[in-house]
């Protein structure tokens, strides 16, 4: 029976005082996630953070944290009292549980000497304890190079440490670490990946997401918040504001030539996320663009989304991404078989013919003049409606 869970986080390249602020964070997470089993314990010891198994059961913990952000890897271990001889003693305690006894197996120790008041160098250790084990089991033998088991021990003061399996997290960073960012979210299959991926990044998350009521119905709403709903198992709470822009797009419609509908809708879109964004404190948006994929996605369409964003950068981390892939990211997230249920989006109201690929900034700063910017984006973020959704 295992005793603790290693957990292994952060990036190699993250600075002293980041790694406490990451370290914090990621406890508070695995604290959350695990909170319904009193007797696990998670705590920052030995310079890292472990679960204290108590007796439960190490392998359904680990599947209960493994995609937790921030968790680069896991190790079910087993904690041997202090000193030499108790090493040994959790040296066998791991092959007992690991390694098949009626069947060759190769092994490798490596043990680390973390206590370096003991006067025997790690090397002389491993000769020493390796003997032991080769002694005590007809079944294993060395290979150095490529050991089917490495069991690795950690030689510390208080205790001994030995496990032999490193087990892949979900890597990213802890949620919240980087602040808190805006993401546009449609009810397409971008979006939730984007906001999936910059999460991962340490970001919680606000949503805005704009529809056309009643143009838009309400199963496309309740479409949005499904997959919102879905995404706070990876982004914790969401706060979801949804916003009409049916006036904004009937006065585009009114005054502006059709070929610039999607992008002056866009840009109003963006202007309404930004706004939305100051006011709760985020500091980047987020979408779900990828170079090229539809018309509004060529370099001068994002130029001129980009062009109303001054108080914040705009992530778009699907920029480079085939859809084939997003769509894997979304089957494996989760979001996928929402994504695809057929339901009117607010873009494909007054959706133009043929809409301008090379839309020149010029032309649409003129057009925009007939329009009263500031007191479209102020009333339709005075109507918006705002929901709270909780983890699942
Ligand atoms: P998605 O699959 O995310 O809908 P898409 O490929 O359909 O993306 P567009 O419709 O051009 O592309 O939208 C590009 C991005 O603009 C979206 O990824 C999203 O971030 C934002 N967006 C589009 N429509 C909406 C909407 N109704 N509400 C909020 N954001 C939107
Ligand atoms: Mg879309």
Request: aromatic letters at 6%.
């Amino acid at each position: 029976m295992y005793d603790i869970v290693i957990i292994r986080n952060g990036e190699i390249s993250i600075k002293k005082k980041n790694k406490v602020d990451f370290e914090n964070a990621l406890v508070k997470n695995l604290k959350y996630r695990l909170h319904k089993n009193k007797d696990l314990k998670v705590q920052k010891v030995n310079g890292r953070v472990e679960i204290s198994l108590n007796k439960q059961d190490a392998i359904d913990t680990i599947n209960k944290v493994k995609d937790i952000f921030g968790v680069v890897s896991l190790s079910p271990a087993i904690v041997e009292e202090n000193g030499y001889e108790k090493l040994f003693l959790g040296i066998k305690r791991i092959i007992d549980l690991e390694i098949p006894q009626n069947k060759k197996s190769s092994f490798k120790l490596n043990i680390k000497r973390i206590d370096k008041s003991f006067d025997m160098k790690s090397t002389q250790m491993n000769i020493d304890m390796g003997e032991r084990v080769l002694k005590e089991y007809n079944n294993l033998h060395v290979d150095v190079l490529n050991p089917e088991f490495e069991i690795y021990c950690e030689f510390r003061k208080d205790v001994n440490i030995i496990y032999t399996q490193k087990i892949r997290g979900e890597g990213g960073m802890p949620r919240g670490i980087n602040g808190r960012g805006c993401v546009l979210i449609s009810g397409g299959i971008d979006s939730p990946v984007a906001t999936y991926l910059m999460a991962r990044r340490g970001l919680f998350i606000e949503a805005v997401h704009f529809h056309s009521y009643p143009f838009t119905n309400e199963r496309s709403k309740q479409k949005v918040i499904d997959l919102v709903t879905h995404l706070t198992n990876y982004c914790g709470r969401i706060r979801l504001h949804l916003v009409n822009l049916l006036d904004i797009q009937k006065e585009i419609n009114e005054k502006c030539p059709e070929e610039y509908m999607t992008i002056l809708s866009r840009r109003f879109m963006m202007r309404i996320a930004q706004n939305i964004a100051n006011e709760y404190e985020c500091t980047s948006l987020i979408t779900g663009e990828s170079l090229g994929q539809v018309a509004s996605q060529t370099s001068l369409g994002l130029l001129a989304t980009d062009n109303v964003v001054t108080t914040m950068p705009v992530f778009r981390p699907l920029i480079a991404m085939d859809k084939e892939y997003i769509i894997d990211i979304a089957k494996k997230i989760g979001t996928y078989e929402t994504s695809i249920i057929k339901e009117e989006d607010c873009c494909t109201v007054f959706l133009p013919k043929k809409p301008a690929t090379q839309p020149k900034l010029e032309k649409i700063m003129n057009y925009e003049k007939v329009l009263n910017v500031d007191n479209l984006v102020n009333t339709a973020i005075q109507k918006s409606e705002i929901m709270e959704i909780k983890i699942r």
